[in-house]
């Protein structure tokens, strides 16, 4: 049986997972009113206020020669576990320093048609992303320019979605995870990569962090049916925070 999820920009009722509950009303979801935090919007989601999106002109801040020594980038990739033949989605992939990093752990000559969808809304990010794989070499990253709230991906089809820095800044961001566990196949993760609220020697601003607890409270939604798997700490600055879409039948027995 295919439940109903009502979509709040595009206001009509949607498919999510099998035996999950129907979502809330969309006026239940959101509140709107004048954010305390100028540099967010003035929109609030589970008591969290909604950033603004980082406008194309960041893309030198995002690929910053500090950035691998701040945020440890490879072993963020690593804590992913991503393997050769899969088809990873790289939400909000920016100008690509994620993408491009995580390309080769999926098409590594062992397992050939991995790939790395790489999903922004801003179509000055996806040429800035398509010139830096064509520079690179790397034919396995797919561009794809998205919607606020349709990441664009085909149902059923991705085994990792990652989210590095940009969860915090979904206009709509019910129905970005209702979407993206959509695109998931059975038994594909969700990752959350946000800088962690609870620490305040991060250097970033308060409305660009988030907490574990507050990324759990909003991907733990019954009608996602999301489960958790993890968290890892091991970054300097971001947790990492792993959820999963139950493979059918996991599903069908948890119902029973
Ligand atoms: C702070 S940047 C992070 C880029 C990249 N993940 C990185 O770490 O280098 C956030 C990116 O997410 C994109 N974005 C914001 N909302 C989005 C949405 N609903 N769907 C897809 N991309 C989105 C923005 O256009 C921007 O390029």
């Known amino acids: 049986m295919i439940l109903p999820l009502l979509c709040l920009a595009c206001g009509f009722a949607a498919p999510l997972q099998d035996n999950a509950p129907p979502a809330p009303a969309a006026a239940e979801l959101y ?19 909604i950033a603004r999106v980082m406008g194309h002109q960041g893309a030198n ?3 910053r020669r500090t950035r691998q020594q701040e945020e440890d980038l490879n072993t963020l990739i690593r804590l992913l576990k991503l393997e050769p033949g899969m088809t990873v989605a790289d939400i909000g992939a920016g100008s690509g320093v994620i993408a491009q990093r995580m390309a080769p752990k999926v098409d590594n000559g062992e397992a050939p048609g991995g790939v790395v969808k790489a999903v922004d809304i801003q179509p000055e990010m996806i040429a800035r992303l398509r010139g ?10 797919e561009p794809v320019l998205s919607d606020p709230t349709d990441p664009k991906l085909e149902p059923g089809s991705v085994d990792v979605a990652v989210m590095v820095d940009v969860y915090h800044e979904f206009d709509d961001p019910h129905a ?11 038994g594909g993760r969700l990752v959350w990569v946000e800088y962690r609220a609870e620490d305040p020697r991060v250097p970033i601003k308060a409305i660009h962090k ?24 091991a970054l300097p600055r971001q947790h990492v925070i792993t959820f999963r879409k139950p493979a059918a039948d996991e599903a069908e027995d948890a119902a029973e």
């Open 210 to 233: 988030m907490s574990e607890a507050q990324v759990k409270k909003e991907a733990s939604r019954p009608e996602f049916g999301l489960e958790y798997v993890d968290t890892a700490d």
């Open 31 to 49: 509140e709107d009113r004048p954010g305390a935090d100028p540099n967010g919007i003035d929109r609030y989601y589970m008591g969290r206020q």
């Open 132 to 141: 830096r794989m064509k520079q690179r070499g790397i034919d396995n990253v």
């Open 61 to 63: 801040w995002l690929e």
């Open 176 to 186: 970005m995870t209702a979407a993206l566990v959509k695109a998931l196949k059975p």
